[in-house]
């Protein structure tokens, strides 16, 4: 399958130019380019047109899940024939775990998963190993450990129609992918047995998978409508891919061997240095969850043992997203003046915390090697890559030289196709502030265009969205609170006109395309 770009649209102003010099560079294995683009330039589609003629894989990072979900609907407007995924945190909200020696408050993890977004990370992994012609759109969630690909796809289950295999052994194989069993409630990841049928509902799939026996022969394979039963289609083959990416295989029992001798390394150490208090907490953890490993095939916090269950050396960077890509793919990182030091950051806090956590005996020394990559190690994993702002912070304009001596070639998009120049800035003092811009609205909205407002914080946002609904204005605000899925809706309600003004927090601040906006 090859990239095929759909658009009633042609490449103008600088964009011809731009697209030709960095198809230019990628052929010639450049790793650092920059599009430098003004706002409304139309870098996304510059971009598009780039992966459609270069014709590799690519990972494109946003730095935010809001910016990533508008990019991915584009790029899935641009190439509606090849696999868009969109990949960012699943957690609707999270708490990491922690501990305050300050205050000696152990805070324990909490989060709650979207299991939507689950879906769509199981799917972007499923393509990367199922074909080529793949676009993922990823927040800076893709340099945080996954497991690695190897693992994922032993646990891959090869099923096909007038196959000999007994519905036991079908069950026990389930099981070891992370599927349970649910007779009564059917969600992702789990399944149910009636009879000579098992119905399975998949990781990466809105269908069920109904897999009939006759005896110890699969009979019939069929995807059907989880809520009306209908049989879609029926198959002569299917792939199960595991429920989940931390896929425990046959080492289990050697990585709990492994576990214990760093737990009597560690302990020795503790009680060493007179911190009994801390030892008997690990140890008291630590058997725990090796019990629950050893009957059930996973613990709560099993990432914590990750380095000893994809036996890593101490040290080694874990398995991440970018992992799951064929060597050739290319990496373009939008808004990179606030990306680039976005991955930068993520290790440095991950270790903070988790430093004392092992410190004070809630975690063994190798949770520190469940983490995100470094920024050198970022670095080994991406081979050419585009970055794509309207400023480029220092990093991408002065990155080390390469070997030729030459800096990162800068590519200007500066002339926009729609001939449209920059907008006016007006700078009003803030005395009678509501009052005019109670005024302003009034005027755009009866111009038939939205408006958007930026508050300090989300308290803000949600108060003047209060105060203007009081005044009869349709009007939404959106924050971080906002579940990750359901902001892309709120934009689209708001180009769509359901209502005129948008108030939000740091998440409008850049990047948003939102043409019917006017003020």
Request: aromatic share 8%; with cysteine; proline share 4%.
């Amino acid at each position: 399958m090859v990239f095929e770009l759909v658009s009633d649209y042609s490449p103008a102003g600088d964009q011809p130019d731009a697209i030709h010099q960095l198809v230019m560079g990628l052929n010639a294995h450049k790793r650092h380019q920059v599009l430098l683009g003004v706002t409304g330039s139309g870098k996304t589609f510059t971009i598009a047109n780039v992966i459609q003629q270069v014709q590799r894989p690519a990972l494109v990072i946003a730095h935010n899940k809001t910016l990533a979900a508008q990019l991915c609907s584009e790029f899935r407007t641009y190439f509606p024939n090849n696999q868009v995924e969109y990949f960012v945190s699943y957690y609707d909200y999270y708490q990491p775990e922690a501990y305050i020696p300050s205050r000696d408050i152990y805070i324990e993890k909490e989060a709650e998963v979207n299991e939507e977004i689950e879906r769509l990370r199981h799917s972007a992994t499923r393509s990367l190993l199922m074909s080529k012609d793949v676009i993922v759109v990823a927040s800076v969630s893709c340099i945080y450990g996954l497991g690695t690909p190897q693992d994922y796809m032993q646990g891959v289950l090869m099923l096909k129609q007038g196959e000999t295999l007994s519905r036991r052994t079908l069950l026990q194989k389930l099981e070891r992918v992370r599927y349970e069993r649910n007779d009564i409630e059917l969600k992702r990841g789990r399944y149910r047995v009636r009879g000579d049928t098992v119905d399975i509902f998949p990781s990466w799939d809105d269908l069920l998978i109904r897999i009939v026996f006759f005896g110890d022969e699969i009979e019939q394979i069929c995807e059907v409508e989880p809520v009306s039963g209908h049989i879609v289609s029926e198959k002569r083959e299917i792939d199960i891919y595991p429920a989940t990416h931390y896929v425990v295989q046959d080492h289990l029992e050697r990585a709990c061997k492994d576990i214990e001798q760093e737990l009597m390394v560690r302990l020795k150490i503790l009680k060493k240095e007179g911190k009994i208090v801390e030892a008997q907490r690990l140890e008291t953890r630590t058997h725990y969850d090796l019990e629950m490993m050893r009957e059930m095939g996973y613990c709560k916090g099993i990432e914590n043992y990750s380095r000893h269950l994809s036996k890593r050396i101490e040290g080694s960077p874990p398995g991440v997203l970018l992992d799951f890509f064929s060597n050739d793919f290319i990496t373009i990182i939008d808004e990179s003046h606030v990306t680039v030091p976005q991955i930068r950051g993520m290790y440095e806090g991950d270790k903070s915390r988790k430093s004392a956590l092992v410190a004070h005996g809630f975690r063994l020394p190798s949770t520190l090697d469940n983490r995100p990559l470094t920024f050198l190690e970022f670095e080994d994993h991406v081979q050419d890559c585009i970055y794509v702002s309207a400023t480029p912070g220092q990093y991408e304009l002065g990155h080390t030289q390469i070997m030729g001596g030459n800096s990162p070639d800068i590519i200007e998009q500066i002339i926009r196709p729609t001939g449209l120049i920059d907008p006016q800035v007006k700078i009003r003092p803030s005395e009678g502030q509501i009052d005019d811009l109670l005024t302003e609205i009034h005027h755009h909205i009866g111009l038939g265009n939205r408006i958007l407002i930026t508050a300090l914080t989300k308290q803000l946002s949600e108060d003047v969205s209060e105060f203007l609904q009081e005044k009869g204005i349709k009007v939404r605000y959106l924050h971080s609170d906002i579940v990750a899925l359901d902001r892309l809706d709120i934009l689209r309600e708001l180009r769509e006109g359901v209502f005129d003004v948008l108030v939000g927090v740091n998440l409008l601040r850049e990047g948003l395309d939102l043409p019917e906006v006017s003020l």
